[in-house]
């Protein structure tokens, strides 16, 4: 048996096994076109990222707007354009009373997914522009 074994190895050996003459072409394109399907998957992920991020700064937007008008920061932005004598008097005052009616939360939410929006924009084209359009 083990010689069996060892003469069929030495055939084996004999015996050239060569592949189809294009198969180093046909596994480059399913690899390029795989990077391709991921790259089109991708980019649809990110604009849909990005979409989200710009519907979603709207009601932001109006809730930063709302916020505005109910804590009385056009009021004291008022005080320094009427009345600049006392404004000047009372500068602290004044500073201190305007910092603390701006809407912190609002403006904080609204510049994160300002800049989720421009990374996932940025970030799409990118893909788009390296993986799509080059091919």
Do not use: C, H
Request: aromatic letters at 12%; zero cysteines.
């Amino acid at each position: 048996m083990n010689v069996e074994l060892k003469r069929a190895l030495e055939e084996m050996d004999k015996q050239v096994i060569s592949a189809p003459y294009d198969l180093a072409n046909r596994i480059i394109f399913s690899i390029d076109e795989k990077a391709k399907q991921n790259a089109k998957y991708k980019a649809l992920g990110l604009s849909f990222v990005s979409m989200i991020s710009f519907f979603v700064s709207i009601p932001i937007i109006a809730q930063i707007i709302t916020s505005f008008t109910q804590s009385g920061f056009y009021n004291y932005v008022s005080i320094i354009f009427s009345d600049s004598d006392v404004a000047m008097v009372y500068w602290k005052e004044i500073v201190m009373s305007l910092a603390e009616s701006l809407p912190i939360i609002g403006i904080a939410s609204l510049l994160a997914v300002a800049v989720i929006f421009t990374w996932s924009i940025l970030k799409a084209t990118s893909v788009v522009r390296n993986n799509l359009i080059t091919a």
